[in-house]
């Protein structure tokens, strides 16, 4: 099956600070996805990352606080900026091979 | 957007014994739902999925149904196992390779 690696695996910041997360992947894939998983919750779509344009943002995100780069088929990058203690998650990357989604292992974020 | 719900949040059931999760999708155009296992700390796995030309899918233990019409599907897991233990997430997309909107989930525990 297919591979994302993403890292880092988890990181402590403090407020005002900005971490970019990323994912590599073995193989290309036309879109990642990037997604928040709150803790106890659900994954929640953050945005959909195409190369070579902007990335298409879901409700509720927007690009100032999580700008995303996309600059080859196989690698993606997820900053989060300003970062407060609301912004405390794990943070996802997904890809798709063949019909099937798979997800890099997570970014666990606690922001102090 | 899609909307998908799911229940039940919490489901424990002795191991032998079988267990099933349901969900409900809004939008009408999605074809493509998949059953996501989580384990504490670890990355979504896909444990089986189902599009929408297919009523029932079944692969060893667990299968699941689809009802188009009512916009529901479950996931049957049958002679259930200590090592089932986990979070179950169902999904709805509508295309290949596109975004997936995750249900609330549902902590099952097989208890001895």
């Known amino acids: 099956s297919a591979v994302i690696s993403q890292k880092p695996s988890r990181d402590i910041c403090q407020r005002g600070t900005s971490l970019t997360i990323q994912c590599q992947v073995d193989s290309q894939v036309t879109m990642m996805f990037w997604y928040r998983q709150q803790p106890g919750q659900s994954l929640t779509l953050i945005a959909t990352a195409n190369q070579g344009s902007e990335a298409t943002y879901e409700s509720g995100f927007v690009i100032d606080k999580f700008p995303i780069s996309r600059p080859n088929l196989t690698f993606s990058t997820l900053t989060v900026s300003n970062m407060s203690p609301e912004d405390s998650s794990i943070y996802l990357c997904s890809g798709y091979r063949d019909t099937e989604a798979f997800f890099g292992q997570g970014t666990r974020l606690t922001v102090v | 957007g899609e909307n998908v719900e799911q229940h039940p949040s919490t489901l424990s059931v002795q191991e032998g014994d079988s267990a099933v999760i349901k969900c409900t999708y809004s939008d009408s155009a999605s074809n493509y739902f998949p059953w996501y296992k989580q384990e504490l700390g670890k990355r979504p796995q896909l444990i089986i999925d189902i599009r929408s030309n297919v009523g029932e899918k079944k692969d060893q233990r667990i299968a699941v149904t689809l009802n188009k019409t009512a916009k529901h599907f479950s996931l049957h897991i049958t002679e259930t196992q200590p090592e089932d233990s986990a979070v179950y997430f169902c999904?709805?997309?509508?295309?290949?390779?596109?975004?997936?909107?995750f249900g609330t989930g549902t902590r099952l525990q097989v208890t001895l």
């Open positions: 999904a709805a997309s509508t295309g290949t390779a596109s975004k997936l909107t």
